[in-house]
């Protein structure tokens, strides 16, 4: 065989060797930095990096109670309360961003309905309101930042438990002026699903139902311009499908517990999804924390199962535990 073929083969081949072992065989193992953290109980809050500290912002309280408040900690271990109640309402479920060196707040769902208002803060005590009512509709929204703008997909809702009666995608580059960017997705989102960017595009990952949650899919969906999406879809089933959270990771997206379990799923290209191994994990959970800190995974609270042999819906309680990757 001629030297300079077998020099290209072998490298070739052994690119493609590298290229795939980090995706191959990946084992997580989760350590527990507090059983019991400083900030209440909470569910379905705000998280975010900024300034080096993890953030958490807001949520729904063990009592049902929605809280504004606003922590910080730097190892998971110590809280530190920036502010007790914020002067935005208290909200569960708010879409969390860091823009232009500051943290965003954006709608989310308060006691007597969605939001659509937009406050921004630079040290998470202080926070400036940009808009009460901004044009997009109160509704559930998850939100990114992709080509130096910030993106809202979601849209208008009736009650918390339903699917989004059409899903819109908004952006803005201050806050202030929001276009939208398409009116109707080829897709609906609602708790089910997450929004994140990876190998340089927007992705919507999850388990995808139409407005009457009867038809459900494994597909996920990606865009550069938040007006053409494509779909990806797979045969297998979508490794979560209620209230989960994702993000990525050490050159992949993954899908973090939801619908009380405790896996850790990832893919390279949102058809196939594979569960890490671990011989460690935290407890079974769905509307928790994850995000990625340090060069580590994050799962901060949620809701657990109580101590019954089988999990059903209403057999809960709230956590306030954190835990993080090895």
């Known amino acids: 065989m001629n030297k300079n073929i077998l020099f290209v083969t072998l490298f070739v081949f052994t690119a493609m060797a590298y290229a795939q072992s980090p995706m191959s065989n990946i084992s997580v193992n989760w350590i527990e930095a507090t059983e019991k953290a400083d900030f209440p109980l ?9 300034d080096n500290k993890m953030w958490i912002i807001g949520g729904n309280h063990s009592s049902g109670s929605f ?35 500051k943290m965003w707040i954006i709608g989310g769902w308060a006691l007597m309905g969605p939001l659509n208002d937009v406050w921004f803060s630079l040290d998470g005590s202080k926070w400036k309101k940009v808009h009460l009512i ?16 910030m993106w809202l997909l979601g849209g208008k809702k009736i009650s918390l438990n339903q699917a989004n009666a059409e899903t819109e995608v908004w952006s803005s580059t201050d806050g202030l002026r929001w276009v939208k960017v398409l009116a109707k997705t080829p897709f609906f989102m609602n708790e089910e699903h997450a929004a994140l960017v990876y190998d340089n595009k927007m992705w919507v990952v999850g388990k995808g139902d139409d407005i009457n949650y009867k038809v459900s899919t494994n597909d996920s969906w990606y865009s550069t311009d938040g007006v053409k999406w494509t779909k990806v879809s797979s045969s ?3 490794p979560a499908d209620f209230r989960f959270t994702a993000l990525v990771y050490n050159g992949a997206m993954w899908v973090i517990a939801g619908d009380m379990t405790n896996d850790a799923w990832f893919s390279s290209d949102g ?34 199962k109580l101590s019954f042999s089988k999990w059903q819906e209403g057999w809960t309680k709230t956590i306030n535990d954190v835990w993080h990757s090895l």
């Open 134 to 149: 901004a044009p997009f509709s109160p509704g559930d929204y998850k939100a990114l930042v992709y080509d130096n703008k």
């Open 236 to 238: 297998e089933p979508f």
């Open 271 to 304: 058809m196939k999804w594979e569960k890490a191994s671990t011989s460690s994990s935290f407890p079974v959970r769905f509307g928790q924390i994850s995000l990625v800190y340090k060069n580590q995974m994050w799962v901060i609270g949620g809701e657990t």
């Open 42 to 50: 909470r569910v379905d809050s705000a998280s975010l990096v900024y």
């Open 67 to 101: 809280l504004n408040d606003v922590w910080f900690s730097t190892d998971g271990v110590k809280w530190n309360s920036v502010v007790s109640k914020s002067i935005f309402s208290p909200r569960t479920n708010p879409p969390a961003l860091v823009f232009k060196n």
